[in-house]
């Protein structure tokens, strides 16, 4: 069961929600769509590149508290 890690750029808030298939997750505390994923199961993945260097630079890492650097 995939729990992904989102933070919103809105107000900055980090949580956490189990996520089934593709269904929508809004900020627990401001309901914005605009929620980023960051740390997750998919996010960890090698590859080319990953997701936190690549979209890590947003309003959620500059709020604080954010563990993807
Ligand atoms: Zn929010």
Same mark, same amino acid.
């Given at each position: ?6 933070? #919103?750029?809105? #107000? ?47 309003? #959620? ?6 563990? #993807?650097?």
């Amino acid at each position: 069961m995939p729990i992904y890690e989102y933070c #919103c750029p809105q #107000c900055g808030t980090e949580f956490q929600k189990l996520v089934y298939g593709q269904a929508a997750v809004v900020c627990p505390s401001c309901q914005s769509p605009e929620v980023r994923r960051t740390l997750s199961l998919f996010g960890i993945r090698g590859g080319s590149g990953t997701v936190a260097s690549e979209g890590g630079g947003g309003a #959620c890492c500059s709020a604080g508290g954010c563990r #993807c650097h």
